[in-house]
């Protein structure tokens, strides 16, 4: 595990405000939940700057049966120490299975999910963690919407993102601008505790279903994005965002 210097991440200053629940920033350890699928090009750049994040970290590496040579290559990482679990699934289950896999495994005190697609930013986390850090949330979502730098791509995704989340903000009645985020950093034992059953791209709304049936505090910040297209390696699509519709409905009618 990595150990992070002492102005790593925000600390938490003056006296504590009641209905805080603070958690010191000197015994943060995130857990780093990876999920990785034909991945081979871009793995070891996503590692190198997972580690180049100065927290204390626990890194988790779930194959979901890539067949482009990741495989192998986690596990030469794995064996450099840049690893510090690797699963394999035999059989291709899904995004959302893989990030169970790596939530089972995981102890640390806050995790976190990385795409490995070079998408999302390890440099955002300190934002991200500082909410919980400071004791005010219970998890936080990065906002592809609120600011940050992001690349320009399709605007079909655009709109498809919001009418997803505005119908999970029905159902939920939270006022996300980015339900459908990868980055959700959640308190580890509250992560752990969620009963969540989603093998595919169904996570992200079972997820924050389940957040507010728990009436989780939530908080949003911005994230830079930098979206890939399809021929760079893009894998949800048109089919995901329409049987997203059915996973909202079925998770936030179910407990």
Sequence with gaps: MTHPTPTSIPQVQGPRIRGRTPLPAEELVLSVLIPVYNERNTIDRILDEVHAVPVRKQVICVDDCSKDGTR???QQLKDAGRIDVL???EVNRGKGAAIRTAM??????VVIVQDADLEYDPNDWPVLLEPIIDGRADAVFGSRFLGGPHRVLYFWHSVGNLVL???SNM?????LTDMETCYKAIRGDLARSLHLTSDRFGFEPEVTARL???KARIYEVPISYSGRTYAEG???GWKDGVAAIGHIIRYNLSR
């Design 165 to 167: 989340t505005t119908f």
């Design 72 to 74: 192998e290559r986690l």
């Design 87 to 89: 699963l394999f699934h």
């Design 171 to 175: 159902f939920t009645n939270l006022n």
């Design 234 to 236: 893009k894998k949800i």
């Design 104 to 109: 089972q495994a995981s102890t640390g005190n």
């Design 212 to 214: 507010a049936q728990v």
